[in-house]
């Protein structure tokens, strides 16, 4: 089974379009996070939840909104997508909080703006 | 805020050998977790290795071990017995122990295991 699945893998779409990413774990995590991956592979936070409330939000447009419906899914709208919104966007999840808790990610989604 | 550095960016192994991978970091913190995971092309990111910084141990897993000198603030990976499977990206990653929950990556250090 999947512990963290992201739907879709690939997203192709028009700038100026508004778009979702899903995000799923059932390994009974509390924290759920959005990384973006940038062209050059660099990983960086966005956002982290834990028990549904906003616990990171790492300067981030506000056209990107994360939704927390419940613990076990995360999901990431963004708005008015630009050319520099393509990347590669990785949920992650751990147990809690704590540094001692390890983050599994999820395959990632390929997000390309046209 | 926390800097992670890997300094290589690429490296090339001969399958069956060794290769170290470099890692260094800039805090002021003295307790914190220390990760490197690697990213196949599939761009799945996996989990190869954990290393809590009140332990002096150096964590192992398998071919994969860990160099971990808290004064140089430095924390190297090395994969032995290289397999085509270990060629990857592999990140080396900073989370503290107190606040600040996310995970700090380096740039990423390319493997490529020749045959």
């Known amino acids: 089974d999947t512990a963290v699945s992201q739907t879709p893998k690939y997203l192709v779409t028009q700038m100026g379009n508004d778009k979702s990413i899903k995000c799923e774990q059932n390994l009974g995590h509390d924290t759920m996070y959005w990384y973006k991956q940038d062209s050059k592979k660099f990983l960086k936070i966005m956002f982290s939840?834990?028990?549904?409330?906003?616990?990171i939000n790492e300067t981030v447009p506000n056209r990107f909104s994360p939704k927390s419906p419940d613990k076990a899914h995360l999901n990431l709208h963004i708005n008015s997508l630009e050319l520099g919104d393509s990347a590669v966007y990785f949920c992650?999840?751990?147990?809690?909080?704590?540094?001692?808790?390890?983050?599994?990610f999820g395959p990632g989604t390929r997000l390309t703006v046209l | 805020a926390q800097t992670v550095t890997q300094s290589q960016p690429e490296m090339s192994v001969q399958e069956a050998e060794t290769v170290t991978l470099s890692c260094t970091y800039d805090?002021?913190?003295?307790?914190?977790?220390l990760f490197w995971y690697k990213q196949p092309p599939s761009r799945q990111m996996i989990l190869v290795i954990r290393q809590e910084a009140y332990k002096q141990q150096n964590a192992t897993e398998n071919r994969f071990s860990v160099n971990f000198q808290k004064a140089a603030k430095s924390f190297s990976l090395k994969i032995s017995d290289s397999q085509l499977g270990d060629a990857a990206m592999y990140f080396c990653?900073?989370?503290?122990?107190?606040?600040?929950?996310?995970?700090?990556f380096g740039a990423g250090t390319t493997v490529t295991v020749r045959a």
């Open positions: 992650a999840s751990s147990q809690g909080l704590a540094g001692v808790d390890t983050q599994y």
């Open positions: 990653a900073y989370r503290s122990a107190y606040s600040d929950y996310k995970l700090s």
């Open positions: 805090t002021s913190e003295s307790d914190y977790y």
């Open positions: 939840y834990n028990n549904k409330e906003l616990i």
